[in-house]
């Protein structure tokens, strides 16, 4: 899992310096890394992904309400949350991931537009999408899926460990 990694590397770190013997656990990193890439590119490219995610929880989040349940936290079109749920999102996930690759690969790069990227998204108003991305919808980009479209596996587990970190104390 996740986290689980990134405590593989904590404890290795502590026991150890980084040698061969962690080539496994660098690559495990570097997949998780791949997985989260977006979030430490340009803004601009960060935000756009985000922006198809948060569409992805958007529709997910029109099927709970349409089935009668109760809606996931940051899953609600009428109630946008964006700059927040990125915020909690870069804090909780991607922050700890990339601060685990600069430990073992001495690359800082990543972690630092990781940062920044967070302090946009921190900085931001919460309830409007950026002109740039107000710019895709307009010329027909990444238009809003229908409430039908369904949310994968992978987001829902994603927003369940958002809403689960914005949860704890």
């Given at each position: 899992?996740?986290?689980?990694?990134?405590?593989?590397?904590?404890?290795?770190?502590?026991?150890?310096?980084?040698?061969?013997?962690?080539?496994?656990?660098?690559?495990?990193?570097?997949?998780?890394?791949?997985?989260f890439?977006?979030?430490?590119?340009?803004?601009?490219?960060?935000?756009?992904?985000?922006?198809?995610l948060?569409?992805?929880?958007?529709?997910?989040?029109?099927?709970?309400?349409?089935?009668?349940?109760?809606?996931?936290?940051?899953?609600?079109?009428?109630?946008?949350?964006?700059?927040?749920?990125q915020?909690?999102?870069?804090?909780?996930?991607?922050?700890?991931?990339?601060?685990?690759?600069?430990?073992?690969?001495?690359?800082?790069?990543?972690?630092?537009?990781?940062?920044?990227?967070?302090?946009?998204?921190?900085?931001?108003?919460?309830?409007?999408?950026?002109?740039?991305?107000?710019?895709?919808?307009?010329?027909?980009?990444?238009?809003?899926?229908?409430a039908?479209?369904?949310?994968?596996?992978?987001?829902?587990?994603?927003?369940?460990?958002?809403?689960?970190?914005?949860?704890?104390?």
């Amino acid at each position: 899992s996740h986290f689980a990694i990134i405590d593989r590397v904590k404890h290795r770190l502590a026991v150890a310096p980084f040698d061969r013997s962690c080539a496994t656990l660098l690559l495990d990193v570097i997949i998780k890394c791949a997985d989260f890439s977006n979030a430490a590119r340009p803004f601009p490219i960060a935000e756009r992904w985000s922006q198809s995610l948060l569409e992805e929880f958007y529709c997910q989040g029109e099927e709970e309400r349409q089935h009668g349940l109760p809606i996931t936290n940051f899953m609600d079109r009428t109630n946008p949350q964006v700059s927040k749920s990125q915020s909690v999102f870069y804090k909780a996930i991607v922050a700890p991931l990339f601060q685990a690759f600069t430990s073992l690969s001495h690359d800082k790069s990543f972690e630092d537009q990781v940062q920044s990227n967070l302090e946009r998204w921190e900085a931001m108003p919460n309830a409007q999408p950026s002109p740039s991305l107000r710019w895709f919808h307009k010329y027909g980009v990444g238009e809003p899926a229908t409430a039908s479209a369904s949310a994968s596996a992978s987001t829902a587990a994603a927003a369940a460990a958002a809403t689960a970190a914005a949860s704890t104390p």
